[in-house]
Structure formats: structure tokens, C-alpha cells
């Protein structure tokens, strides 16, 4: 009887685990609109590609970036951001026209590559 509780409490606790680790998705435990809203400096450079990127979008970018750059590639990419007007071809390339270091390329963003 002991080892029943026992393995209960031990699949309650791993049901439990697995449950909040699936919670956390792309940008981890800040719901994607956060993320997306956080970005909002970046909203004109993403519909224009000759425009010019706001210092302070950059900035946001590359913390981004050096923080969990997967939530990047999900933002431009969610539904958020196709009903902002934002074209994802246009925005993959912010890091690039912001001149980020480090910035991650030769890695996948949905179906695009980020080759920059």
C-alpha cells in the first residue's frame, strides 16, 4: 500500500513537471504577446525593408537574441504579428540591418532560413 501512494505522489509530481514545462513555449514563460508588444519599436522597420531600423528596436532585438532568440523567430511568425501587417520577410532581416553581432544565422524560422 506504502508503495502505491508512493508512486502516485511520484506520477503526480512528474505529470505535474511535464505540464508546466510544456506551458512554457517559445519564449518561455512570457506569454508571446509580451514578447510581441516588447518589440513594438520595430513595428515600422518590419513593413519596409529600406527603412530605417529605431535605435531603440535594435536594442530590444539583440536582447532578444542573446536571451532566447527562438522567441524572435516565433513573434514574427505568430498570428500576432501577420494581423500587425508585419511581413516576415521583412522583419527576419531586422538583425542584419541592425547590425547585430552574434546574431543567429544558418538556423531555421518556420519555413524561412535566416541567412543573413
Keep these: 500500500m506504502k508503495w502505491c501512494k508512493f508512486i502516485s505522489v511520484a506520477l503526480m509530481s ?23 508588444s516588447s518589440l513594438s ?4 522597420a518590419t513593413k519596409n525593408p529600406r527603412g530605417k531600423v529605431p535605435p531603440v528596436c535594435c536594442a530590444k532585438v539583440g536582447a532578444l537574441i542573446r536571451t532566447n532568440p527562438r522567441c524572435l523567430s516565433a513573434v514574427m511568425l505568430s498570428p500576432l504579428a501577420k494581423k500587425a501587417g508585419i511581413n516576415p520577410g521583412v522583419a527576419i532581416a531586422i538583425p542584419k540591418r541592425c547590425n547585430i553581432r552574434n546574431r543567429p544565422s544558418g538556423k531555421r524560422c518556420g519555413r524561412m532560413d535566416l541567412i543573413f
Design 14 to 36: 512528474l505529470l505535474i513537471t511535464l505540464a508546466s514545462a510544456e506551458a512554457a513555449g517559445e519564449c518561455g514563460r512570457m506569454p508571446i504577446g509580451q514578447a510581441a
Design 41 to 44: 519599436p520595430c513595428l515600422a
